[in-house]
C-alpha cells in the first residue's frame, strides 16, 4: 500500500501539524505528511515542518483558490491545523470530501467566523456547558459548518480559565486529528462523508474495521 500523500495546512504554533508528524512517522505505510503549506511566512509550523524535512510553502495570498489548490495539489488528503483563513469556494470544491478541520470545541456549537483560538474556551466557560471537546470536520464553504467526522468530549471543570480547558482540548486534539487522518487514509480517503464513532479508546468505522486511537502509521 503506497501511503497516502497529506497535505497540512497551518497559520501558527503547529503543535497538531507536530502530532501528525510524531504519528504518522517517517516509515508509516498508511499516510505521510507530503507538504506543509502555511498562510504567514513566520509561522512556528513551518520550523516544525523543516526539522522533520518535510517539503513547505507559503502562500502569497490565501484567498486565491489556484494558489491553494497548487500547493496542495499532490495531496489525496489535505487537513486544516490551526490554519486561521477561510478555504476559497474553488478550493473547497476542487478537494470536496478530502479536506478536514480540527476546531477545539464540540461543533456546531462555539464554532463559526471568527471562533478561534481563546475565544473559543472563553464562549464555552461563559455559557455554562458541563462538556467541550475537539472536532474533526470536513470543510465547505462556510467557516467550521461541514459535515462532522469525528469528535471527542473534554469535561469542564468549575475552576477552568480559558487557558486551562484550552490546554486539556489540546491534548484530545492531539489525539483525534491524527487517529481522524489515519483512518480516513485506511479507507482511501472515500469521495463521500464518513463518521468515525468512538467505541471505548477505538474509532469504529460504518462497515468498516475498527480503527483504534493511536493506531501506529
Ligand atoms: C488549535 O486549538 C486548533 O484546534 C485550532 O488552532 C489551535 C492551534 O493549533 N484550529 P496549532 O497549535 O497551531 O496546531
Given amino acids: 500500500m503506497t501511503p497516502v500523500p497529506v497535505a497540512v495546512l497551518v ?7 507536530q502530532a501528525l508528524l510524531d504519528a504518522l512517522g517517517a516509515g508509516s505505510a498508511v499516510a505521510r505528511i507530503a507538504r506543509v503549506v502555511s498562510s504567514r511566512g513566520n509561522a512556528a509550523a513551518l520550523d516544525r515542518a523543516r526539522r522533520a524535512r518535510v517539503p513547505v510553502a507559503v502562500l502569497a495570498d490565501p484567498t486565491d483558490a489556484a494558489e491553494v489548490v497548487a500547493a496542495a495539489a499532490d495531496a489525496r488528503l489535505v487537513v486544516l491545523a490551526g490554519y486561521l483563513k477561510r478555504v476559497p469556494p474553488a478550493a473547497v470544491a476542487r478537494f470536496r470530501w478530502r479536506l478536514i478541520n480540527i476546531h477545539p470545541a464540540l461543533l456546531p456549537a462555539f464554532g463559526g467566523d471568527g471562533m478561534y483560538g481563546r475565544r473559543v474556551h472563553q464562549a464555552v466557560l461563559a455559557s455554562g456547558v458541563a462538556l467541550s471537546g475537539a472536532t474533526v470536520h470536513y470543510v465547505d464553504e462556510e467557516y467550521d459548518r461541514g459535515p462532522i467526522l469525528a469528535q471527542w468530549p473534554v469535561p469542564v471543570r468549575a475552576d477552568d480559565t480559558p ?3 484550552a490546554a486539556r482540548v489540546l491534548e484530545v486534539e492531539h489525539r483525534l486529528l491524527p487517529a481522524a487522518v489515519l483512518a480516513l487514509a485506511r479507507l482511501g480517503v472515500p469521495e463521500r462523508p464518513v463518521r468515525l464513532v468512538p467505541d471505548g479508546s477505538a474509532f469504529v468505522v460504518a462497515d468498516h474495521p475498527t480503527v483504534r486511537l493511536g493506531d501506529a502509521g
Fill in 11 to 17: 497559520s501558527g504554533g503547529g503543535t497538531n501539524l
Fill in 163 to 165: 487557558d486551562s480547558l
